[in-house]
């Protein structure tokens, strides 16, 4: 219990100082925490109102459910297949299951995170997406030294 209770500890703080330093990487996951990142250093450039802010913030509280349960879900099928592949007469059907799931809570959480990314820019006006798109590639030009 106490490992858990670290575990759920650690992620919900330092999974979003590793976002922070956008080197969010190609996943789904970085992407939607990055773009939140990116939408909370700019709300006042996009003028976002406390009620998008709210609705933000949910959406995102949301998303970190959902991977601490994928990310439980994909451990404890790894767990199974171990003990599986462990026992004397391992069954075949039982590892494929826990593989299955394994890939099921990952393709399901990454469902979730493209509908997250199309919830969190319904909450923005058709002006602050083009003002979102704008900061976006105009930081990340600098970046790049363009």
Do not use: C, W
């Not at 451990?75 to 004397?88: K, M, N, P, R, T």
């Not at 319904?122 to 590639?137: I, S």
């Amino acid at each position: 219990m106490k490992k858990l209770s670290l575990i759920l500890l650690v992620s919900l703080f330092v999974v979003p100082l590793a976002y922070a330093n956008q080197g969010y990487g190609d996943s789904l996951e970085g992407m939607y925490f990055g773009k939140v990142y990116f939408l909370f250093q700019n709300k006042t450039e996009l003028g976002l109102t406390d009620d998008q802010i709210e609705k933000i913030k949910a959406i995102k509280f949301d998303m970190k459910r959902a991977s601490i349960n994928a990310d439980s879900a994909k451990e404890l099928a790894a767990v199974d297949i171990q003990q599986e592949l462990h026992s004397d007469q391992p069954d075949l059907k039982k590892i494929d299951a826990s593989v299955d799931a394994k890939h099921q809570a990952k393709s399901n959480l990454e469902k979730t995170m493209a509908r997250a990314l199309l919830d969190t820019k319904a909450v923005l006006n058709p002006e602050q997406v083009v003002k979102l798109k704008d900061l976006y590639y105009e930081e990340h030009s600098r970046k790049k030294g363009h």
